[in-house]
């Protein structure tokens, strides 16, 4: 690989590292011309409102209160709250974060919305008394990012109920007072900010995958999660889209998995890889981790031995899950069910058909762990479908890099259907029909 291509690959991977150390993540916003922040996890949903409802004796930060779909929420002035400047009102939308706190659910009015940020929370520091517009006790520490200064805010503490300031008191009450029919005249309008409001929606799906199902969403699989975030906005809407357990979880990533996953490959998969693969002589090492019981390193050494029936073939297959991987060696099939592609490698034994001694012998099965380092002899190519997802993004980058180094030239890389290497310098694509190989330059 020549020195650009190196240089490259370092910088998009200084970058990915990075990113991995992002643990926390915040909105943005402006209070008279500084720059402010707030817990993304804090924050239901954004939106450009209109024509708030007056509640009558209410403090003068309180702007009224505001039907959100039929919820009806106390709306805050953050400016007056904070006694700071609010621009001339000129009628028009208004903008406002809706938060999602421990007792209730508060909206609050900003001058602007910009967007999400994602930091090292190590970054955060400590609040200075300097910062004389804001009473430090509600500040939860200053960041710079990009070469702005963020002050980031604490919901709970402005907003929650041990504080015991009149302030506090008032706002807990609004949302009592307009909940009585009288007071609420007419459905308020509302328009969402499109780029802001898509970005911080996708990004509660993004944060929640890794909790639930230690999915970790990265530059491998970002282009499926954000496709696949437009058709569940239209099947769940905003009331519901969020993630709430591991079945939402599972629901969101249902398709993302490759085709023939955890069963013998079939005949248009087979049909689809076969022409990209190389002509191969003498002997071929091959590493296919995350293999599961072994139906893919299986299907994978039929179509090897298929192509080239004179190499000598070595497939080391990895998975971390010890039961899977001690069955793998005894796999039986039902002959009914798969391909008759696999015939000639099958044998009838009292157990049922299994695939006999010569692509056995193939195939080393092992027992690993990803985030253990292994070592490896030069391979003719590694297939790794719908695993690397499930590590962190720098173990992601870590293994991708370890991959590479470990190809030989013009070697081969397949990773799943809906998935592609973090940093594509240093690969070239070869595709047939939608399949798609990663190919060592």
């Known amino acids: 690989m020549n020195t650009s291509v190196q240089g490259l690959n ?13 643990d ?13 922040g707030i817990d993304i996890m804090k924050v239901k949903e954004i939106h450009k409102a209109l024509k708030f409802t007056f509640v009558p004796n209410s403090a003068p930060f309180v702007k009224g209160v505001y039907n959100m779909r039929g919820d009806i929420i106390s709306v805050i002035d953050l400016r007056v709250f904070f006694n700071l400047p609010v621009p001339k009102e000129d009628k028009g939308f208004e903008n406002m974060i809706i938060l ?21 929370s190590s970054r955060k520091q400590p609040p200075h008394p300097l910062f004389g517009d804001i009473n430090i006790k509600y ?28 302030k506090n008191e008032k ?43 230690n999915f970790f969403p990265s530059g491998m699989n970002e282009d499926w999660i954000s496709s696949r975030f437009d058709g569940w906005m239209k099947v769940k809407g905003e009331d519901n889209f969020q993630l709430k357990n591991r079945q939402d979880a599972e629901e969101y990533l249902r398709g993302f998995n490759s085709s023939c996953s955890g069963q013998l490959w079939s005949d248009d998969l087979i049909a689809n890889i076969k022409p990209l693969l190389p002509s191969l002589k003498g002997n071929a090492m091959v590493w296919n981790p995350g293999c599961g019981r072994g139906y893919e390193t299986y299907s994978l ?10 190499v000598i073939l070595k497939i080391q297959g990895n998975d971390n899950d010890l039961i899977n ?64 997802c499930y590590q962190p993004v720098e173990g992601q980058i870590k293994l991708l890099d370890y991959m590479y180094e470990c190809l030989k030239p013009g070697g081969l890389l397949m990773l799943g259907d809906n998935e592609v290497p973090i940093n594509l310098s240093g690969w070239e694509v070869i595709a047939n029909n939608n399949l798609k190989l990663f190919k060592k330059i």
């Open 10 to 22: 370092r910088m998009a991977n200084e970058k990915e590292i990075e990113l991995a150390k992002i």
């Open 24 to 36: 926390f993540k915040m909105v943005t916003f402006t209070l008279a011309g500084k720059d402010y």
């Open 100 to 120: 999602r706190l421990e007792d209730n659910t508060i909206g609050i009015l900003v001058d602007t919305i910009d967007k999400v940020i994602g930091i090292d």
């Open 139 to 166: 500040i939860d520490g200053v960041v710079e990012n990009d070469s702005s200064l963020y002050i980031i805010l604490d919901s709970e503490k402005i907003f929650n109920k041990e504080e015991k300031s009149d």
């Open 171 to 213: 706002i807990r009450n609004i949302a009592a007072q307009a909940a009585m029919p009288a007071e609420v005249t007419e459905l308020e309008e509302s328009i969402a900010n499109t780029d802001n409001h898509e970005s911080l929606n996708l990004g509660f799906i993004k944060e929640t995958l890794p909790t639930y199902l």
């Open 301 to 310: 050494a039929c179509l090897l031995k298929n192509k080239n029936p004179e």
């Open 325 to 388: 991987i001690s069955s793998a060696p005894g796999l039986n099939v039902d002959k009914e069910k798969i391909s008759s592609f696999y015939e000639p490698y099958l044998v009838t034994t009292s157990t049922g058909a299994q695939f006999n001694e010569v692509i056995k012998d193939s195939i080393i099965f092992e027992y690993s762990d990803l985030s253990n380092e292994s070592s490896l002899p030069p391979l003719d190519m590694v297939v790794c479908r719908d695993t690397l």
